[in-house]
């Protein structure tokens, strides 16, 4: 019986794309930088915002150069990071009934950590996210298992939800690009891939994922078995 359930968030729950390609293109633009298409930014995200930007950049600029456009990108998707991103279609009401069934949710996620509550709020006001977890300094990030660590030791010491860390066969890991099923294979977790994100089929497949489901509902044809 699955008991909890991890989400990444952008690809997986939302769909971010076009405002970390404007924010992006926004800061290459002010800087002087060739800009890319959206589609492109579909292979650029993934591994955190710092590494969106090194593929985003020329190779060869300087660390300070970096770190200067690395703390506009920051300052403007604070501001633009909910102009266009929306949740994908169905996914709100398939989380209420996962939520209703008494499954934990939570989201394991590159992005910045402290852009997350406003953004959970503001998308997901009816979801109780049991744990939500995203790049916090000197911790590693994705596919380093480390945040399924901190999800599931923050869930045995939330005493409004008083219950053990689930047992591996009891968690399903819900991602749409192969580092999101290397982090649930690095932690032992089923590894279910999604196709409405940012990836492709054939990169789920390389990757190992346990299933690869077309839509948010199909969620529910795993539980049943």
Not at 9 to 18: I, Q, S
Not at 101 to 129: Q, S
């Amino acid at each position: 019986m699955i008991k909890l359930i991890i989400f990444d968030l952008d690809g997986t729950l939302l769909n971010t794309l076009d405002d970390l390609a404007d924010s992006t293109n926004y800061v290459l633009q002010q800087n002087g930088y060739p800009v890319h298409e959206v589609d492109a930014y579909k292979y650029f995200v993934g591994n955190g915002v710092e590494m969106l930007l090194r593929r985003a950049l020329p190779k060869d600029i300087s660390e300070i150069t970096f770190s200067e456009i690395l703390y506009q990108f920051l300052n403007h998707y604070e501001i633009h990071k909910a102009d266009k991103t929306a949740p994908y279609e169905s996914m709100i009401e398939v989380l209420e009934k996962l939520q209703d069934k008494g499954i934990l949710l939570t989201v394991a996620t590159n992005k910045p950590h402290e852009l997350l509550p406003e953004l959970m709020r503001h998308y997901f006001p009816t979801i109780k996210w049991a744990a939500v977890f995203g790049n916090r300094k000197g911790v590693p990030i994705k596919p380093h298992p480390q945040i399924v660590y901190d999800i599931l030791n923050a869930i045995s010491t939330r005493k409004e939800i008083a219950r053990d860390i689930p047992a591996k066969n009891q968690i399903l890991y819900v991602g749409d690009t192969a580092v999101d099923m290397e982090t649930a294979q690095n932690a032992g977790i089923t590894k279910i891939g999604v196709l409405w994100g940012f990836r492709t089929k054939k990169e789920l497949k390389q990757a190992h994922a346990d299933y690869i489901i077309a839509q948010p509902q199909n969620l529910w044809h795993i539980l049943s078995k």
